[in-house]
């Protein structure tokens, strides 16, 4: 029987099969309240009595939807179908359990590299520095995905990678839920530990990792075999082939990048996510300097490169547009900086009060924002946070759309975007630049947050951790700066929470937010 065009939870009709699994099959489908285009992961009614299996599916919901992160799928809701029994009286103890995600439009990564072999030396870089990211989060959170793989990976249609299907999920904390000897994950990706049943951490997904960037950069994966087992042994015994010698152009750094990802001894592997980004991220930076391009999802990258890393790259390949333009203004700026000077010198203009003398920019770490939407049924453009935060005005994170015009929610009014000052400062004013002017906004500050309420929760905010608001602008222009007043303390986190849309306009964005200390 299809289950297109049914209505689940009253609101998710399902348009289309994308994807289907052992224990889910997976819909494109339309949120009728919010018009919007979601994912839908339904599981198999026939297994859904199944209490294990049950169990691991409701893991999955509860795991992802701990998460916000840019580069991971979002858990948007979760329900349970009614059995059709259910009408006449005689329904089981559960309905089908559904997962709702936001729906990304392109393709797995395992679909790209199938059609386009192997992957740009930087393209492949740039996917996984996403993914590490994105498995760094997880990890914090004590989550390890434990079937890291380019199936699991969805491209966007711009490029950015996003890692999904936490189906086998689970926290570091959690015991039972698995059998003796059972081996969970793909066996092309799987790490030795994981194929011997010994404890999984995250550690073997960042082996996972190790080998997904080798398929990238090859076109294949590093072991094959007649059976899984097979190939799950070679990943026990046999250390993954030298990337150099089915691709010589790939550098030693990134080649050494592979090397110990997927070290079968654990004290030579990468022990976290973090000490992983910082050797590709150097690895990114030479190959690009060595290719002398960088174009789409590898030049978003190199953006959000810290310091070290991006000196290594000339300025006109970290910004090859604006150097185009530059090249073409430098006589003209020149011109006009000298008539400027003679200007001010003849006529003793003042040094310019917008400079705002004691007061430094706060130094802020590249995934330091992250879009605030308690009282609604989900984030909002978690993808774009960090545009908020580059040093680039022309990019920027945006609201959802409201058609109302208002921000008004079922637990409280207001969306908005934070930053992470960590460890803490004494923050005394907020830069906005926006290419929507007109909003309202408060300034809201925290050491700690309580992230663990669900979406649409009615809790306050102040029962979240935050204080405030500690600012305020109800006419946000392009490059205001709010005061800040906070009495001499310190604080981690800075919250942007806009209350009220721009007149006659149904978003509101954020191009650039600068703390000042």
Do not use: C
């Not at 198999?44 to 701990?66: G, K, P, Y």
């Not at 080798?214 to 026990?236: D, I």
């Not at 400027?340 to 706060?362: F, N, Q």
């Amino acid at each position: 029987m299809t289950m297109l065009g049914t209505l689940l939870g009253g609101r998710y009709r399902l348009d289309a099969q994308i994807g289907r699994g052992g224990m889910s099959t997976v819909y494109r489908a339309f949120d009728t309240v919010l018009e919007r285009s979601v994912a839908i992961k339904l599981m198999h009614r026939e297994i859904a009595s199944d209490s294990d299996q049950l169990e691991r599916f409701r893991r999955e919901a509860r795991s992802v939807a701990r998460l916000n992160h840019p580069h991971i799928v979002t858990v948007i809701d979760a329900g349970e179908e009614p059995s059709p029994e259910s009408a006449l009286g005689s329904a089981p103890e559960v309905g089908t359990p559904y997962i709702v995600l936001e729906y990304v439009e392109g393709e797995t990564l395992k679909a790209l590299i199938r059609r386009d072999g192997p992957l740009e030396i930087t393209r492949a870089i740039a996917y996984a520095i996403e993914l590490a990211r994105a498995l760094g989060a997880a990890h914090e959170r004590l989550i390890v995905h434990r079937d890291v793989k380019p199936q699991n990976v969805l491209i966007g249609v711009e490029g950015s990678a996003k890692i999904t299907d936490f189906g086998i999920a689970r926290t570091l904390s959690e015991v039972g839920l698995t059998m003796d000897g059972r081996v969970l994950g793909t066996t092309d990706y799987v790490s030795p530990e994981q194929a011997l049943g010994q404890s999984v951490t995250g550690q073997s997904d960042l082996y996972s990792l190790g080998v997904v960037l080798y398929e990238m950069l090859t076109g294949t994966v590093p072991f094959s075999g007649e059976t899984p087992v097979t190939v799950a042994m070679k990943h026990v015994r046999e250390e993954v082939p030298d990337v150099q010698l089915a691709r010589p152009e790939v550098s030693a750094a990134t080649a050494s990048v592979i090397d110990r990802a997927t070290s079968k001894d654990l004290t030579q592997r990468y022990l976290d996510a973090a000490s992983m980004l910082v050797d590709l991220e150097e690895a990114l930076a030479i190959e690009a300097s060595r290719t002398g391009q960088a174009t789409g999802e590898v030049t978003t990258v190199l953006r959000t490169l810290p310091g070290p890393a991006r000196r290594r790259l000339p300025w006109r390949m970290r910004h090859p547009v604006r150097w185009v333009v530059s090249l073409a203004l430098l006589g003209a700026l020149v011109a006009l900086a000298l008539i400027l000077a003679a200007d001010r010198a003849h006529r003793g203009v003042a040094p310019d009060a917008d400079a705002r003398p004691g007061l430094t920019a706060v130094p802020l770490a590249q995934t330091a924002a992250h879009d605030y939407n308690p009282f609604g049924t989900g984030s909002e453009n978690p993808e774009k946070d960090q545009s908020a935060i580059d040093g680039d005005p022309n990019t920027s994170w945006s609201t959802a759309h409201y058609y109302d015009g208002t921000l008004k929610k079922a637990g409280g009014v207001g969306v908005g975007l934070y930053v992470d000052a960590a460890p803490n400062v004494m923050g005394k004013q907020i830069e906005i630049q926006t290419p929507t002017p007109g909003f309202s906004a408060q300034i809201y500050v925290a050491n700690h947050i309580d992230l663990s309420l669900p979406y649409g929760s009615s809790t306050p905010l102040a029962a979240r951790g935050w204080q405030g608001p500690v600012g305020e602008d109800p006419d946000v222009h392009n490059g205001a700066r709010i005061q800040l007043t906070l009495g001499g303390a310190r604080y981690r986190y800075y919250l942007v929470w806009i209350t009220k849309l721009p007149g006659g306009m149904q978003f509101a964005s954020l191009a650039e937010i600068t703390l000042f200390r």
